[in-house]
């Protein structure tokens, strides 16, 4: 207790310094907290998406494994016939053809994304608990379903156009209830308009629903099998690509808030240092009446490690803070939560801290417990 008591009367003699060193310290492990976290809540929100889509299996082309969404629309019609006779032969409920197509900018607000579907394909197929709010729940030619949640945020009502490009345009004919899920940001249309705004037959993916007693990995393997140039992959399939590439976004943010970090370890060893030079007398003094050089050196690595600890609890609250206000944000844009501070990431920037402290605190902790005794003594 002692010792504490010595490392607090400190921090406490240099108010300012102190101050400065736990901002530094709590701005650069907010930062890492702020990066890493989103990682985690695409983790989360990508998980819950997934366990909220109905089919098992998605067909893409081969070398475009991941989501659908962003794949150019690649497989032809006749290797879609192929799988479709393949389906028939092991017995699955559906295969759905799929468009997508992206229209907008960076803003929420306006920016809208069409999923094709074939005629007679209503939404609730892929997503499962959709349910029409207004209007019709499957697109028709020449009108268009909207998520509800979208809906809501662009001010679609039934009636309003849809401006595919200059000349197709549709009109909203359903509106869905907000289930959660990723329905509530999307607009569903007719396959057939998507096609001819991107001049192709083609499509971006297969979506196959397998019967209760099917095992996804099984089918999945005989629909590869059956048509070559694609990839089958099913539900676990995409969490493993999405984990790989979150993984390595993962490490640039880290990476990126590496440099915050450096500087708030930059910022407790220049304070400990101070404090070790204007101490010198004072260490002079403990080892004249008997304290020991391990004394010395566990007392002012204790500081650096109470600054770093300090800031980084500071920094982990803040972080959470900033989190939550990202959420309510991103939840009423487009109803998903982007960022989530967790357990393991609340304690790795805490780890991450007091090694930044610890490292940063050895040096000086080093050089006070060698100071000669007639030498610290004798200075002023």
Same mark, same amino acid.
């Given at each position: 207790m002692?010792?504490l008591r010595?490392v607090?009367?400190?921090?406490l003699?240099?108010?300012v310094?102190s101050?400065l060193?736990?901002?530094?310290?709590?701005i650069?492990t907010?930062?890492?907290v702020?990066f890493?976290?989103?990682g985690?809540?695409?983790?989360?929100?990508?998980?819950q998406?997934?366990s909220?889509?109905g089919?098992a299996i998605q067909v893409?082309p081969?070398?475009t494994?991941?989501l659908?969404?962003?794949?150019?629309?690649e497989i032809t019609?006749?290797?879609?016939?192929?799988?479709e006779?393949?389906?028939?032969?092991l017995?699955?409920?559906a295969?759905?053809?799929?468009?997508?197509?992206?229209r907008?900018?960076?803003d929420p607000r306006?920016?809208?994304?069409?999923?094709?579907l074939?005629p007679?394909?209503?939404?609730?197929?892929?997503?499962?608990?959709v349910?029409?709010?207004?209007g019709?729940?499957?697109?028709?030619?020449g009108?268009?379903?909207?998520?509800?949640?979208?809906?809501?945020r662009?001010?679609?009502?039934l009636g309003h156009p849809l401006?595919?490009s200059?000349?197709?345009?549709?009109r909203?004919e359903g509106?869905?209830?907000?289930?959660?899920g990723l329905?509530?940001?999307?607009?569903?249309?007719?396959?057939?308009?998507l096609?001819e705004v991107?001049?192709t037959?083609?499509?971006?993916?297969v979506?196959v629903?397998?019967s209760?007693?099917?095992?996804a990995e099984e089918?999945a393997?005989?629909l590869?099998?059956a048509?070559?140039?694609?990839?089958?992959?099913?539900?676990?399939?995409?969490?493993?690509f999405?984990?790989? !590439?979150l993984r390595?976004s993962d490490?640039v943010?880290?990476?990126?808030s590496l440099v915050a970090l450096i500087?708030?370890g930059?910022?407790? !060893?220049?304070?400990?240092m101070?404090?070790v030079?204007?101490?010198?007398?004072e260490?002079?003094?403990?080892?004249?009446?008997g304290?020991?050089?391990?004394?010395i050196f566990?007392?002012?690595?204790?500081e !650096?490690?109470?600054?770093?600890?300090?800031?980084g609890?500071g920094?982990?609250?803040l972080?959470?803070?900033?989190?939550?206000?990202?959420?309510?944000?991103?939840?009423?844009?487009v109803?998903?939560a982007?960022s989530?501070?967790t357990?393991r990431l609340?304690?790795?920037?805490?780890?991450?801290a007091?090694g930044l402290?610890?490292s940063a605190?050895?040096?000086?902790?080093y050089? !006070?417990?060698?100071?000669p005794?007639?030498?610290a003594?004798?200075r002023?």
């Open positions: 002692e010792i010595l607090l009367r400190n921090l003699a240099r108010p310094r101050l060193t736990l901002l530094g310290v709590l650069a907010t930062s890492m702020l890493l976290s989103f985690e809540g695409l983790r989360r929100s990508l998980a998406e997934l909220r889509v089919p893409v081969e070398g494994e991941g659908a969404f962003g794949a150019y629309p019609p006749d290797q879609v016939r192929a799988l006779e393949a389906g028939k032969a017995g699955v409920r295969l759905v053809p799929t468009l997508f197509l992206a907008g900018g960076f306006t920016s809208f994304f069409f999923q094709g074939p007679g394909v209503g939404p609730d197929l892929l997503y499962p608990g349910e029409a709010r207004e019709r729940g499957t697109p028709t030619e009108g268009a379903v909207v998520g509800g949640l979208l809906a809501r662009a001010e679609l009502a401006r595919l200059p000349r197709v345009e549709l909203v509106i869905l209830g907000e289930s959660g329905a509530d940001n999307l607009i569903f249309v007719p396959l057939a308009p096609q991107l001049g037959e083609n499509y971006s993916a979506l629903a397998l209760p007693e099917q095992k089918v393997q005989a590869e099998a048509v070559p140039g694609l990839r089958a992959q099913t539900t676990g399939d995409v969490m493993r999405a984990e790989r !590439a390595i490490l943010r880290f990476g990126i500087v708030g930059l910022l407790v !060893a220049n304070t400990v101070m404090s030079y204007e101490r010198t007398r260490f002079g003094v403990m080892r004249a009446l304290a020991r050089r391990g004394f566990r007392l002012v690595v204790l !650096a490690l109470l600054l770093a600890l300090l800031g609890l920094g982990l609250a972080g959470g803070v900033v989190s939550h206000l990202i959420n309510l944000y991103t939840l009423g844009e109803g998903l982007l989530a501070v357990l609340s304690l790795f920037a805490l780890l991450v007091l402290g610890l605190g050895l040096l000086p902790a050089n !006070a417990s060698r100071l005794v007639v030498e003594l004798g002023v």
